[in-house]
């Protein structure tokens, strides 16, 4: 199994980055996805989730309204749309997949499977 994370980079407060995921070695379809991300000093934090199949979506207060986290189920790849960024935004961000059938709550301990993480630096 393999995921990987690319798209970050630096942007201005206000701007946009779009998160890619690619996932090798499984078919997306059978997995929950989930973005998280840590900032220097920071604990690992969830970021935004999608339940199998893409139906559902969720997200930490912090991002709602902001983040959008979609999926391309042919491409099995999942992305994380970030607008109207803000300084404190700046992390590496990882995305991750569990087997967990359903559930709206995902935390860093629960995942099965991990990417590298790609580094987001919004200044201000």
């Known amino acids: 199994v393999q995921l990987q994370a690319s798209g970050g980079g630096l942007v201005q407060a206000g701007g946009s980055l779009r998160l890619s995921c690619a996932l090798s070695?499984?078919?997306?379809?059978?997995?929950?996805m989930g973005w998280f991300r840590q900032a220097p000093g920071k604990e690992r934090e969830f970021v935004a989730g999608?339940?199998?199949?893409?139906?559902?979506?969720f997200y930490a207060d912090a991002v709602k309204g902001r983040f959008t986290i979609s999926r391309d189920m042919a491409k099995n790849t999942v992305y994380l749309q970030m607008n109207n960024l803000k300084p404190e935004d700046t992390a590496m961000y990882y995305c991750a997949i569990d087997r967990l059938i359903s559930g709206a709550t995902m935390t860093a301990e629960g995942m099965n499977f991990w990417g590298d993480g790609t580094l987001v630096t919004v200044s201000s």
């Open positions: 999608a339940v199998r199949g893409g139906g559902r979506t």
């Open positions: 070695g499984r078919t997306l379809r059978d997995y929950r």
